[in-house]
């Protein structure tokens, strides 16, 4: 009789398996199908927006604008997806079948709204990212999706593109360097893996990273990330006129008065001030340890800093090595707040940095600001090659000089 039994059970699975199983693996076809579409249509967009920037229809800042729309529509249409694969899961098989069926009509009559992004974009700040919330929807979502589409280059650069926004630039540069295998050298994936490149070594461009920048320039002389990281760089690095070059030439691609075109023009005015500086024009001059000696720069909020080298890595540098100190928010992007430039043999030296070391004009210390402070050694003179920096945090304002010694190797 037990046996009987048993053999009854295996039949009832037997049967019960054989009426799923077609259901189950149709539900899984349909989801991989679904993500394939909005993928397909995603790329089909990117390929005729890319078009029109060659072109000459679309600005470099119009390009990116509408990128980031592409991007948002995705993330809209992945989602949708995963909201009717689980409401489809409770109710009638029919149902799951209609919806199929309707769901590309669906994803085509959006992607034809989609394409106007002229009158989207003018709602869009240009530097505007994606809540903490919606950046972490969007990585789990975009991992789905080159899971699903392992050889979609443009899966990848927008799972780049979600990690950078999560301040995760070590995640992002494997993102964009399989996007680069896949789509080959396009100037926006080829910056955008140096950029990330560039805040995973801690703002320093290694020569991977340069050598991207100098094939994405190649490839297109106004690419907006490409001369806006060389214009940081070679204004870290005390090129003054080099940083302003890129930065004209980037501002040339931009919409005149927009927000972005607002703070580059900021750049290129700062740069010219520290221009000025150097030839020895008015403004806030340097003494021979690095302190300013206005009275102005001294009623500004700032962080008094003593930069010390260790014997040990003395010994090992040339006269050409050149020293950087700059404070950065330790919750927010890596990119300098404040940052100042020494010669070896001024060190140790005693600063202040304050709002006048700013690398952007919009930017301000504040009393009571908590940041992290970096001292970085580069053996060139070059900030993309630094080889050993120390660090250590510091309060805007406090009483006191925080010291930081040169002690650990760049990694």
Same mark, same amino acid.
């Given at each position: 009789?037990?046996?009987?039994?048993?053999?009854?059970?295996?039949?009832?699975?037997?049967?019960?398996?054989?009426?799923?199983?077609?259901?189950?693996?149709?539900?899984?076809?349909?989801?991989?199908?679904?993500?394939?579409?909005?993928?397909? %249509?995603?790329?089909?967009?990117?390929a005729?927006?890319?078009?029109?920037?060659?072109? =000459?229809?679309? +600005?470099?800042?119009?390009?990116?604008?509408a990128?980031?729309?592409?991007?948002?529509?995705?993330?809209?249409?992945?989602?949708?997806?995963?909201?009717?694969?689980?409401?489809?899961?409770?109710?009638?098989?029919?149902?799951?079948?209609?919806?199929?069926?309707?769901?590309?009509?669906?994803?085509?009559?959006?992607?034809?709204?989609?394409?106007?992004?002229?009158?989207?974009?003018?709602?869009?700040?240009?530097?505007? !990212?994606?809540p903490?919330?919606?950046?972490?929807?969007?990585?789990?979502?975009?991992?789905?999706?080159? +899971?699903?589409?392992?050889?979609?280059?443009?899966?990848?650069?927008?799972?780049?593109?979600?990690?950078?926004?999560?301040?995760?630039?070590? @995640?992002a540069?494997?993102?964009?360097?399989?996007?680069?295998?896949?789509?080959?050298?396009?100037?926006?994936?080829?910056?955008?893996?140096?950029?990330? /490149?560039?805040?995973?070594?801690?703002?320093?461009?290694?020569?991977?990273?340069?050598?991207?920048? @100098?094939?994405?320039?190649e490839?297109?002389?106004?690419?907006?990330?490409?001369?806006?990281?060389?214009?940081?760089?070679?204004?870290?690095?005390g090129?003054?006129?080099?940083?302003?070059?890129?930065w004209?030439?980037?501002?040339?691609?931009?919409?005149? =008065?927009?927000?972005?075109?607002?703070?580059?023009?900021?750049?290129?005015?700062?740069?010219?001030? /520290?221009?000025?500086?150097?030839?020895?024009?008015?403004?806030?001059? %340097?003494?021979a340890?690095?302190?300013?000696?206005?009275?102005?720069?001294?009623?500004?909020?700032?962080i008094?800093?003593?930069?010390?080298? !260790? +014997?040990?890595?003395?010994?090992?540098?040339?006269?050409?090595?050149?020293?950087?100190?700059?404070?950065?928010?330790? +919750?927010?992007?890596?990119?300098?707040?404040?940052?100042? /430039?020494?010669? %070896? @043999?001024?060190?140790?030296?005693?600063?202040?940095?304050?709002?006048? @070391?700013?690398?952007?004009?919009?930017?301000?210390?504040?009393? =009571?600001?908590?940041?992290?402070?970096?001292?970085?050694?580069?053996?060139? =003179?070059?900030?993309?090659?630094?080889?050993?920096?120390?660090?250590?945090?510091?309060?805007?304002?406090?009483?006191?000089?925080?010291?930081?010694?040169?002690?650990?190797?760049?990694?």
């Amino acid at each position: 009789m037990t046996d009987f039994w048993l053999f009854a059970a295996l039949l009832v699975v037997s049967g019960v398996v054989a009426v799923l199983w077609p259901i189950w693996r149709h539900h899984r076809q349909e989801r991989v199908d679904r993500t394939a579409l909005n993928v397909a %249509l995603y790329e089909e967009r990117v390929a005729e927006l890319d078009a029109q920037r060659q072109s =000459g229809v679309l +600005s470099a800042e119009q390009h990116e604008l509408a990128l980031e729309e592409a991007s948002r529509l995705l993330l809209e249409d992945t989602a949708r997806a995963d909201s009717q694969q689980r409401a489809t899961r409770r109710g009638n098989p029919l149902w799951l079948i209609v919806s199929a069926g309707l769901l590309p009509v669906v994803v085509v009559g959006l992607y034809l709204v989609w394409g106007n992004f002229a009158g989207m974009a003018l709602h869009r700040d240009l530097q505007e !990212s994606p809540p903490p919330e919606n950046v972490e929807a969007l990585i789990e979502r975009m991992q789905r999706v080159t +899971s699903v589409q392992p050889e979609s280059g443009e899966a990848w650069f927008m799972l780049g593109r979600a990690y950078m926004a999560a301040q995760q630039p070590g @995640d992002a540069a494997r993102a964009f360097g399989n996007s680069l295998e896949r789509l080959g050298e396009r100037p926006e994936v080829l910056a955008q893996l140096a950029q990330a /490149r560039f805040f995973a070594a801690g703002n320093t461009l290694d020569n991977e990273a340069v050598a991207a920048l @100098d094939k994405a320039l190649e490839l297109d002389p106004r690419e907006p990330t490409a001369l806006g990281l060389l214009g940081i760089a070679a204004f870290e690095a005390g090129d003054y006129s080099g940083a302003i070059g890129y930065w004209q030439t980037l501002l040339g691609g931009m919409q005149p =008065g927009s927000p972005g075109a607002q703070a580059i023009q900021g750049g290129i005015d700062r740069a010219r001030q /520290r221009m000025g500086e150097v030839a020895g024009e008015p403004g806030v001059e %340097l003494s021979a340890s690095g302190e300013p000696s206005t009275l102005e720069s001294g009623e500004e909020p700032g962080i008094a800093v003593r930069v010390e080298l !260790s +014997s040990e890595i003395a010994e090992e540098l040339n006269d050409q090595a050149v020293v950087f100190v700059f404070a950065r928010d330790p +919750s927010g992007p890596p990119m300098p707040l404040v940052a100042r /430039r020494f010669t %070896l @043999d001024q060190l140790p030296a005693d600063v202040t940095l304050t709002s006048s @070391d700013a690398m952007l004009p919009e930017v301000k210390l504040r009393a =009571g600001q908590q940041v992290q402070l970096i001292a970085r050694v580069s053996p060139t =003179g070059d900030p993309m090659q630094g080889s050993h920096q120390g660090q250590t945090e510091a309060e805007v304002g406090a009483e006191g000089r925080v010291t930081v010694t040169i002690d650990q190797p760049v990694r």
